[in-house]
């Protein structure tokens, strides 16, 4: 009777334990607050000008977590930025990053049974455009960063993250131009 016992507290802790990151999977939306620190770097000849600029501004939040094992979850998401971030001052104008959008894959861990920690690697993109001007140059690259997610109750998630996005150089005006931007954010996602 007694080993019935033990093998029984055993059966339950197994389960209970292989669905904690059932907690993170399944389809996924969001929205968060995201503090945007931007550089846009210029290249002529033997010259090199670096603006930066920060700005506020928020993202909308699409994805799906996959269970890889008992303590392992993999989260893809798209992620579109609904605001212009601010990419620094020129010539009486501001250069600003438009319509951006990531895809991204991330890897994450469970750190106890409502806390998952990831790293994320994303494909970056959009358009880079002046507002005295109306020529944008599409750009695009990738992003690496971290992240944690805390669980509020059984469908919502509070989740910290930031992430680095560095873009391909392009050239314009016979300038070698390299954009980059570190995001910061806070939300909330939803599971479904």
Not at 21 to 43: C, L
Not at 124 to 153: H, P
Not at 168 to 192: H, I, L, N, R, Y
């Amino acid at each position: 009777m007694n080993a019935l016992i033990k093998t029984s507290l055993l059966g339950l802790a197994l389960v209970s334990t292989a669905s904690m990151a059932s907690n993170f999977a399944g389809p996924e939306a969001g929205v968060s607050v995201t503090m945007n620190g931007a550089t846009t770097t210029f290249k002529f000849l033997d010259e090199e000008i670096t603006l930066g600029e920060s700005s506020l501004g928020f993202k909308l939040h699409g994805g799906y977590g996959f269970d890889v094992s008992k303590d392992t979850v993999v989260l893809l998401g798209l992620d579109y930025n609904a605001t212009d971030i601010a990419a620094g001052k020129i010539l009486g104008g501001s250069l600003k990053f438009k319509n951006s959008w990531s895809l991204s894959a991330a890897p994450g861990m469970l750190l106890n049974d409502k806390t998952l920690a990831y790293v994320k690697l994303s494909y970056e993109a959009g358009k880079l455009g002046n507002s005295t001007d109306s020529e944008e140059e599409s750009i695009s690259g990738v992003g690496y960063g971290v992240g944690l997610r805390t669980e509020i109750n059984k469908t919502s998630f509070l989740q910290t993250e930031i992430k680095q996005v560095n873009f391909k150089k392009f050239t314009s005006a016979g300038a070698d131009v390299t954009p980059t931007a570190t995001v910061g954010s806070v939300g909330v996602v939803f599971k479904f």
